[in-house]
């Protein structure tokens, strides 16, 4: 019900295997108000979405190249079309509805469906001997169509004339009912809906991961060859300089790079350490959340053939994961010595969740009065803020709870009184730089996954392979947390010691770029381009990449923290 997938019965009347020819359903007249509207549906790309035995309909087209007929597995079909000449308005008034089913017993008279398909086809319609019926006449039901033939089913190329729109025209909808045999066994319907026929070869994720992967190995090598490299010469050379300094105590030892900011490195961040603390719990919930919707998605539990159980799973796992939000974010908070504890735990508990639920309910009131069938019913939505307020909130005050009992985040130099004042960078080596190229590779390692799964999302086509989607997840970690060792050693040998910010936003910005992505994707997209589709579709990716700043964000931090505290933790200090 969230995502508006609110199922209703229909006029049709389908009995198993009875053929069914140019069945009446309705008929209505257009007053000017209906015609208008029905126009302004058809320009703007209104879709039917229908099911039977859960199965989504697939729709049967003609395609633009060939003129042959194909299936589209995904989006429903639509209410109508323009004509490309006259731009004139013609609506989808008969269906030939195809239902494959296949019986796996021969001796058995047991059925089951196993496809489902609609062939929509725009005809005027008129009665034998020009009768003209209100739609209400019992009489009219019975009375032979001149535009049907009897026990023959609808073909497109038979129709002589299409049902136009326009105010007080009669629309008659009719409907043909076919039945297929098939040898698809039931538990495998599904699986042609989730390749799209195979569209899409899996060789196309494969080349893609195959990319990703050989992106890790390269900066893993950079990581090996620059970074360690360097620092067991650093090491050893400090060390060796700590040494001659105990000997020679009247001389002083001139030290340069990272060892000079040993007494700055761990200094909480200038601006907003509670909010940096916040950051990394939401991210690190977030992180949690979406790695485990995925591995249940990959080993089946989450399915698109069960309507709504990703929504749904992805729900549960956030606000069963609050308690891992309330936990890192109060051992960071108890590292910087904050006070506000309290505070910081309000925060964590509701500054994310509270604008992705305030952006929800605002775009369900808007669909509401639009009368969109995407609007949410009221009750659902009271269940979800039950859902974060009794459960969410809660385990977020439980994880700060066990994590201001732990002991604070030990780090192994002294912080000094006074900071230490920044050298000017040079231009390749300043921090904005430094964000901007960061967010670079991990989002080349996922760019080719992130087309199917917008595809998916903003297209209505379903999306399958996770096992894919869990590997691309794995590289985008890892290549946040290399990029981000590699630019945080930089600025330390730089001398700059306010790294704290730089490793979220660094990696973060890969949010950036992909937000950027999806404003030259939306071009593509086919749907109407009204007002409500910008806010919709800018307003809902700009929370997706906000999450995925978070979770990016919380890598850098992470790794690099580990970092720090790894190469300050070898050399001696006084």
Partial sequence: FLTGNKIQSS????????????????????????????RLHIKYGYHNNWIIDNLPSAAVGLNAVTKKKQKHYAGGFPIGFLAADTMKPYIFNHVNIIIDYHQADPEVDTYRVVGFAVEPISIDHKFQGGYDWDGIATEGWSKKLETCQTGVHMERDRVKSSMMIEPKAKIMYTYDVQWKQSDVAWTSRWDIYLT?????????????????????????????????RNLRRDIAAYNALSA???????????ESGWKLVHAD???????YPMMYCVCCGAGAQLSITILLAICFSAI????????????????????LTGIVAGYVSSRLYKSFKGRLWQVCTVATAILFPGVAFFLFVFFNIVLFFLHSSASAPFLDIIIVAAMWCCVSIPLVFVGAYFGYKQESIEFPTVTSTIARAIPPPQPLLHPLVGCLV???????????????????????????????????????????????LLLVYNQLCAENHRWWWFSFFAPGSTALYTFIYSMFWFRSLEASKMLMTYLLYFGYMGLIC??????????????SLWFVRKIFGTIKVD
């Avoid at 995925?548 to 964000?553: F, I, K, S, Y």
């Fill in 546 to 559: 906000s999450a995925m700043l978070l979770v990016t964000g919380t890598v850098g931090t992470l790794t």
């Fill in 438 to 484: 960061a967010g670079v590779v991990p989002f080349a390692a996922a760019y080719v996954e992130l087309f199917f799964i917008m595809t998916s999302l903003w297209m209505d086509q379903y999306y399958y392979v996770f096992g894919f989607t869990l590997i691309v997840f794995l590289i985008l970690v890892i290549t946040c947390a290399e990029v981000t």
């Fill in 300 to 319: 089946g539990f989450l399915s698109p053939a069960r309507r709504g159980s990703l929504m749904n799973g992805i729900l549960s796992f956030y606000v």
């Fill in 265 to 271: 490195v761990f200094r909480p961040p200038d601006n």
């Fill in 196 to 228: 799209e026929d195979h569209l899409v070869p899996a060789q196309v994720h494969w080349y893609s991961i195959t990319n990703s992967i050989l992106v890790v190995l390269f900066l893993s090598l950079l990581v090996v060859s620059m970074l360690v």
């Fill in 11 to 38: 006029v049709y009347n389908i009995n198993m295997l009875t053929e069914s020819y140019c069945e009446k359903a309705c008929q209505v007249e257009l007053s000017a108000a209906d015609a208008a509207r029905l």
């Fill in 244 to 254: 001659l300094a105990d000997e020679e105590k009247d001389e002083d030892v001139d």
